[in-house]
């Protein structure tokens, strides 16, 4: 079970946000949807559709509010679809969960915005959107849509679209989760420009999946992220995301310079910003592969994993400031940013506690604060004991190892500390999130 960081139970100053011990799991195939051009048409009229929605369920709370101070809630909006059978048919072609989904998304940005309120952080009211940018179609039900076979290929039903075929990798991906005991019960479908045309891509989500646990090694490792050394374990290996990956984003940067040089929308523009977006696009499946080959190389060796909880959010702000207290080190701490945002420290973190959970591990969350400065020998911390990047020197016992092995090691003793309270406290399991109930017709009381 994977819990997030504010949900998580804490035991000895760490956070457990794995564990593997539930042998039942949430998993979705993502693949490739290559519809006809007639099929393509109709899923751009279903997201314009959705768009119109979505703008008409923001119009409606917005007016309500602000002319009679009235709230309108997503169970009012639910019960209004109804209502658009003889008038808007087209809206309900592709059945009526596509249309609760995007209202749904609408209260939940509702939710998010007055949780910023309540946090203190700036607000972002939702905002209205253009057909053009609302690229994704949810199904949160398996309801007007189907993966089934037809002729010996496997193709995937949408109600008003049709038979989309899949791809043998596709069926493959599916047929796996399927025979591991999972039963589909979402579907998403993206749009994403590629060019002068777009791609699709859709992905079925599966429950009760079974785990596929890994054989149990008694060891526990700790694992520092950071720049230079994108991941370095306790055990002493050190990991860096692919040179090639950041060729390509220098690649890419070069290319947006270039930019200003040609006229906007000319045939020699749409060209340079095709070719930013494909090199992008292959610098990411790059940083991405790794670190999915990273966190099984990780999980692979260890039954419970200690990452540090990083405030990336935070590490990452921008250093410009305000016109009345301007910020230092711009330049340098906006090159730092980019950077940390390359190296994918999070997208690495979430690797790891997807294949954590998978192989039946453990993943604890540790305070980072003083990991790179502290003897794990003496216990000695001070800043001089780390005289550069890659070195640790302790100033009091003479300790000398690799900067980031060290800081590793810091951060697998923290984690023995948390797993001795979690056991002492009895192993109390990661509590599981709680699906929102819709909401029931109360029935008459019988007489």
Known sequence: ??????????HGGALL???GAGGRVHRKATFALYPTRA???????????LAEV???GLAERREAWRLRRVTVTLFDQYGQIKDLKGVRDDALAFGIQPVRTTLKRLDEAYAAFFQRIKAGQRPGFPRFRSHRRHNTAYWDEPISWKVRETDGRPVLYVQGVGDVPLSKHAGKQLARLQRRGGVAGTLTVTRRCAGTGHVWRAAVGFKNVETDALPATGRMVGVDRGVTVTAATSDGALSTYPAEARALRHRADRLGETLAGKKRGSRAWRKTIRQICRTRRRAANLVDNWARETA???TATADVIVLEDLQLKNMT????GTVDEPGRNVAAKSGLNREMQAAALGKLATRIRVKAEEAGRRCWLVDPRNTSRTCPTCGHCAKANRPSQAVFRCQCCGHTA????NAAVNIAAAGAQAEAAWRAAGSPQVPGSTPRMRRRKQQPAAA
């Open 317 to 320: 702000k921008s250093a410009k």
């Open 296 to 298: 099984a190389d990780i």
């Open 17 to 19: 946000v794995v564990d």
């Open 54 to 56: 979505y703008n008409a």
């Open 1 to 10: 079970m994977i819990s997030s960081r504010a949900k998580a139970p804490r």
């Open 39 to 49: 099929q393509e048409e109709k899923l751009h009229r279903l997201l314009r559709t």
């Open 402 to 405: 690799n900067a980031d092995v």
